[in-house]
């Protein structure tokens, strides 16, 4: 599955390649002591769709999650990704499972003494990769997260969208037939999430599935081709909302749309503090001056 | 295969860089409870030697009545020699003895010109075999000897032996104690240390996890850190121990310090305790 994927980026779009099966989850429950956290959930996910699990925390999207790659197994019924299935595996097959995959968290999950481009290596490290092969599939997979430019950077020094970045680097590195990424934008202002989104649509555009899970409503009214919809660890609705073709282009409309409305917000505030500016007359020099842009005053000791 | 364990094992070396911190503390303190330790196994070490030579040292003196023949005196060796329990016997004629007793006593020797005749007797020296060293053997033998004909007394410090026999069992049964103790407390601090270097990188086991490594990924860098620090840890608390013994010297002169064989056992200990500590610390990370 892996090995095929360079041919397959360029001509996955294309529906006749939509029936085959990357997550197969039949009658899937997982019970934690006396609580239920899922209950007999049976889905398929193909491969190149972009699916969203949607639904309130507690829902059971983590735990659903876990179980595609494995982190637990489930109670009763079973998961198949590719080749492996969770009834009929042993543990020490979890790790090849693993890179078959490619897993996004809402924390990044990077390791803090690397820099950007061991954090990439370090997925196909594990699979004896090194050398060349390894160096130029990194150098690949930065260059398509924008990154490369910061390889040497530790993942402290990057801003929260960056980071995540990365963790989609790592996660493409070993050509995964799918992504799995829970709550990726939860901790990532409105901007950067769109940024994320939009590398996440062009990502499934080159052929590779996507299972997000996210409770942002807006999100999944937007973008949500299929939608799967938890709720107290059943599933409660999968339904195909008939929105097709390139993501992106919905996101370059609604950008468009919240860059007037921003421009607006800017124009109003910066004749606000041109007002005020001139009633004041004890303030100092500097900030006199309007810097459109600027955070509020208020805002900014907040920060520090 | 061959690149990988490089890769791990430059991993290990990295890490241990760039942990420069939590790698020192932990050498530290493993250095101070190996050190704990060696001064231990030196202590026991000595003892058994001061054991050994206390034993070496233990000889069965006969004394001959006067009057025996030089007939006598060979049946007698005969017969001593014939013993289990005897080792070497040597003769210590009256003469002789006598000489022995003039030369310790150096400049006083006037006194002994006021003797008319010698009044020391002949004496065999006897040297018990090793596995005879003991307090039973030794008594049982000395009641054979002095059965013989001709042997008016038969000494071998039956005091001296009786308190010798009860201190050393003393000694060992106090020296297995703090042993005990020692090993165990070593034992704990380690893997307590090493502890925490593992949950200083739970993170990262974690993280490893999710990308897909396998256990022997994981933990290869954990083992060779590991070994690393028990070897480095031995190396500092043997150094530590060179400057105890040289102390303690002016006190117990006699004291000795390890031989390079024991020293060298010594730190393949520490690396396998490292280790292994290491790994037993990283288990429960792995649960998969």
Known sequence: MGGDNSAATTDMNDNSRE??????????????GDRVALDDVSLTVSNGEFVFLVGPSGAGKSTLMRMVYMDEMPSEGQVVVG????????????????????VIFQDFKLLEDRDVFENVAIAMRVTGT????????????LNQVGLYHKRKDLPRSLSGGEQQRVAIARALANN????????????????????ILRLLFRINSAGTAVLMATHDHAMVRNFGQRILHLREGKLFEDKRTGLTGDLSDRLDTLQRERVRMQRIQTDLERSRRVSTAATTDDLPAAAEVPLPGLPEAGDGEELT | MIRKGVYLTQEAFRTLLRHKGVTAISVVIMSLSLLMLAVFLLATDNLLRLVGEAHRDLKIYVYLEDGVSQTGVETLHRQIVAMDETDTVVFVSKQQALADFRQQLGEETDLLDALEANPL??????????????????AYAAGKM?????????RYGKEFLDKFTAIVKAAYYVDTVVGLIVI???????????RLTVIGRRRSIEILRLVGATNRFVTMPFIVEGAFQGGVAAAVSLLLLTGVTLLSRRYLPDLTYFSAEKAMIYTFTCIAIGSVGSFTALRRYLRV
């Open chain 1, 19 to 32: 029936d085959r099966t990357v997550i197969g989850i039949y009658h899937l429950s997982k019970r934690y």
């Open chain 1, 83 to 102: 080749e492996f299935v969770s009834t009929r595996m042993k543990r020490r097959q979890v790790p090849f499972l693993r890179r078959r995959l490619g």
């Open chain 1, 130 to 141: 090194s050398g060349y092969d390894l160096k130029r599939r990194v150098t690949q997979v």
């Open chain 1, 176 to 195: 995964p037939s799918i992504i799995l990424a829970d709550e990726p934008t939860g901790n990532l202002d409105p901007e950067v999430t769109e940024e």
């Open chain 2, 121 to 138: 007797p002949h004496a065999f020296w006897v040297q018990p075999r090793t596995e005879h060293k003991n307090r039973q053997s030794i």
């Open chain 2, 146 to 154: 002095l059965q013989l004909d001709g042997v008016s007394e038969v």
């Open chain 2, 184 to 194: 165990l407390s070593a034992v704990f601090i380690i893997s307590n240390a090493v």
